[in-house]
């Protein structure tokens, strides 16, 4: 690896450039081994559909993520998630095996099509709809007069039925 690092105490903080600016992420000591191997340099890219940066090089034209790397991933069936939706915390109290379904309901905040705002809320008919999806079916929860019922009963749906929420 080229970039610059540091080591304070359990954490390696690897300064990084994603669209001008310059940021750090963030790795287990234990894992800088596996970091600095890889030739080239780590570099930030944002994702607009994870609302955050992931940290990536490219090792003969092909893209590695830092993250799956940590983790030892090269299925692309099993997914890394950020447990705390910051992909420059590839430290690994942060990261965990998921499946697509699992990765999903640790998800931050609304799509964009969605113009209520509230997760698992929608206009239909005149009401507000609320569903959750479950291994890869929507459930329908109910019609309520506001959305702000409407995301009560998703946010009681969710609870029990996606264990792997951060929220």
């Not at 540091?6 to 596996?34: F, N, R």
């Not at 069936?77 to 590839?90: A, F, P, R, S, T």
């Not at 969605?114 to 079916?137: C, F, H, Q």
């Not at 459930?139 to 946010?155: M, N, Q, W």
Request: net charge positive.
């Amino acid at each position: 690896m080229k970039n610059y690092y540091e080591v304070i105490d359990d954490t390696c903080y690897i300064w990084v450039m994603g669209k001008g600016q310059q940021m750090y992420a963030l790795i287990s000591v234990e894992d800088l081994p596996k970091a600095d191997s890889v030739p080239g340099t780590w570099t930030a890219r944002y994702s607009e559909r994870g609302d955050t940066w992931y940290v990536t090089t490219n090792v003969d034209g092909k893209q590695i993520r830092l993250h799956r790397l940590i983790m030892d991933v090269t299925d692309p069936k099993i997914e890394v998630d950020h447990k705390n939706w910051n992909g420059l915390n590839n430290c690994r109290w942060n990261l965990r095996l998921a499946t697509h379904s699992e990765n999903n309901q640790n998800m931050r905040g609304t799509r964009k099509q969605n113009k209520s705002n509230l997760p698992g809320v929608g206009e239909y008919k005149g009401k507000y709809r609320a569903r959750i999806t479950v291994d890869g079916k929507t459930k329908y929860l109910g019609y309520f007069e506001t959305p702000e019922e409407a995301h009560e009963a998703y946010l009681k749906a969710k609870a029990g039925y996606h264990p792997y929420s951060h929220q």
